[in-house]
Every structure is written in C-alpha cells, then in structure tokens.
C-alpha cells in the first residue's frame, strides 16, 4: 500500500464523458492471472482485428468491463486479441508493444497509470494503429491528427465535485455545521480518476476551512487493502478524531465498513461515501450503512464498439457531453435511502452486478 499527500492537478484534455450501458453479468473469459496472451475469433466475415490492453482484474468492476468489451466486440464479429498487465504499467507498455506487432487494425487500452502509460500513444503513433483508450486517460489527450482518436471516460473532476459536496452535507449534519476530519482510501495513486477525483474534491473542500483530510492512503482499488487501512485509522484515531470516511470505489469501502463494524466503532457506520453503484454499494446505502454512492458503469461495450466502427469506416469522430453521466444515491435522507432500495431491487432482478447509468 501506498500512503501520499493530499491534492493532485487534473487530468488534462477528457474528450468523452462516459454515457449508456447494457446490463447483466458476465465473467471474463481468457487472459489469465499472469497476464498472458489470448487470442479469440468470431466469425469468418472478414471483420477488422481489435487489440485490447487491460490494465489489470483486480476487482469486479474490472472483471465486468473486460467482459463487456470482449464480447460485444466478439459479438459483432471482430477478431480480439487481449492482454492484461496484473495493474503493472511497464509490463502493459510492453504488452502493447507485443499486440501491436501482430498488426491490428485498431488497438483499445485502458491504462493502469496515466503517466507512466503515456508512452503507449507513441507507440501506436509508430505503428500506424488508431488508438482509444478508455477509463483512465494518458498524460496527453487525443489528436485528430494522431493515431489517438478518441478518450472514453467518466468526468473525474465532477464526479470528485459530487463527492465533496455530498460530505458537506454528511458533515454538517453530524457536527450541525460544515466541520469535521475525514479519512480517504484512495486508488490508485496516479490514475487518472484519482487524480482529478482528488481534485474535484479538494476544491469543494477549499471553501469549508473547518473540514480538514486527516490521511489519505492508496487501498488499490480493493477490498482487502481497504479494510487493511480502516483497521490502521481506527487504531491510530480513536472514537471522535474520525467524521467521515471517502472511499474511492465501492470494493474499499465495503472493506472499511466490515474493519468498522468489526471494531465495534458505531458511531462511522452511515459516514462512508464511495463511487461504482456496485450492487453491494447500493444495498448499504438503501440499508444506511453508506452515505453516497456514485454510479460507475464498467459496461463499455456498447460505449466503445461505435468508436471502433466509425474509426475503421474512416468517418469522423464526435464528442458528447450528457447532462448525467452518473447517478449518486444518498442515505442522508430517507428518500435517498428508498431510490437506492429501488435500484438494489431492480439490479438484483436482473443478476447484475452493477448499476448501468
């Protein structure tokens, strides 16, 4: 685990802010643990081959977007060769290198870190490949005059923003004003959601003097190490040095919540805010055991594919901005906890394991 200072600069040039998904669930399918290469074909109708570059499966969120892409590339005939780096970013630099070899015709890549994984533009740039990447950015934006077409992610900043003020809120409702110490789990250092979500966040925290980061530390976007670091803060900060907890996806806090209960430390339960919409996010918010949960699809496929057919059609790109790229259920208020009710409901009716807005 990771521990750093808090406050980072956003995360320059995002061209697409994430809209739609499908729902259902779906498991990964090849690339194993060690991140080794696996190749599948669908179809014999001379369909374009598609490279995707994950950056890891450490998490269900990231077991269902690989899924999601895969198969609705696969399903509409494309060729996919896929690789995952174990969320190693020199290892998926040279991963690429690898895919790009084999001369696909277009090359899609979620990164691990966004400066660390910028070289992967130039090296598409070398190749002649178009690139998409996906999620998390690279430390330079796309060009229409480069091979890097297009950037598909959420607004991290603003969804940072959403984030912040929802502990506003929480605060002022527990201390009767905007006052109170927070602890973050943050992950992962250096992603670009980190990076501008710390940011979105830090600015609406700049106009509350009386709301102070006590420590931040990475939890890796997991559940484990995020119960690791809430079971370190509750030892080192006894009962009434902690307000709040921010958890930047759902796995960590889920993790902080059990560190919480199974510490008998009552007075956090309700005082997490996070982001995913994982099903069992939502479920503590509608139970009240979670303040906020913002929304996260990692349904992309759907997102993607028009990209990918559009790029290889050789026709030009356009960018969206949607009013509502995501959705965040509140249990501050008891109408907050009923929507999230409705949606675990909804959700769990359908198998799914995330929300798909």
Do not use: H
Not at 125 to 153: F, H, M, N
Not at 204 to 217: G, H, S
Not at 256 to 282: F, H, M, N, T, Y
């Amino acid at each position: 685990m990771r521990s750093r200072k808090f406050g980072a600069t956003l995360v320059s040039a995002v061209a697409l802010l994430l809209v739609g998904a499908c729902s259902g669930t779906t498991e990964a399918q090849g690339g194993d643990a060690s991140g080794a290469d696996s190749a599948t074909s669908s179809g014999s109708d001379g369909k374009a081959v598609v490279a995707f570059s994950q950056e890891g499966l450490e998490n269900d969120w990231r077991l269902e977007n690989t899924a999601s892409i895969r198969e609705t590339l696969e399903n509409a005939g494309y060729t996919v060769l896929y690789q995952q780096a174990d969320e190693d970013q020199a290892r998926q630099v040279e991963q690429v290198q690898n895919l790009l070899q084999q001369k696909p015709d277009i090359l899609v890549v979620e990164p691990a870190e966004q400066e660390a994984a910028t070289p992967i533009a130039a090296l598409a740039e070398d190749a002649g490949v178009p690139l998409i990447v996906a999620d998390r950015a690279l430390g330079v934006g796309p060009d229409s005059a480069t091979q890097y077409k297009v950037l598909i992610t959420q607004n991290w900043e603003q969804m940072g923003t959403k984030l912040g003020e929802a502990a506003v809120q929480l605060l002022t409702k527990v201390n009767g004003s905007p006052k109170g110490s927070i602890v973050e789990l943050v992950g992962v250092l250096g992603s670009a959601p980190q990076v501008a979500m710390d940011k979105g966040f830090a600015d609406v925290l700049a106009q509350y003097p009386d709301i102070k980061i006590l420590d931040a530390q990475d939890g890796e976007n997991k559940r484990a190490p995020g119960r690791q670091i809430m079971e370190d803060y509750l030892t080192r900060y006894p009962a009434g040095q902690i307000d709040m907890v921010w958890a930047q996806n759902d796995e960590m806090g889920i993790g902080a919540l059990a560190a919480i209960q199974d510490a008998g430390r009552d007075e956090l339960v309700g005082r997490i805010i996070s982001k995913d919409g994982q099903v069992e996010a939502i479920q503590q918010v509608a139970e009240g055991n979670f303040a906020t949960v913002c929304t996260n699809t990692p349904y992309f496929g759907p997102i993607i594919l028009p990209y990918v057919e559009k790029i290889l059609a050789g026709e030009s790109l356009e960018t969206a901005t949607p009013d509502k790229p995501f959705t965040c259920f509140e249990s501050i208020t008891d109408a907050g906890q009923k929507e999230a009710k409705a949606q675990y409901d909804e959700l769990t009716a359908a198998s799914a394991k995330f929300a798909n807005r």
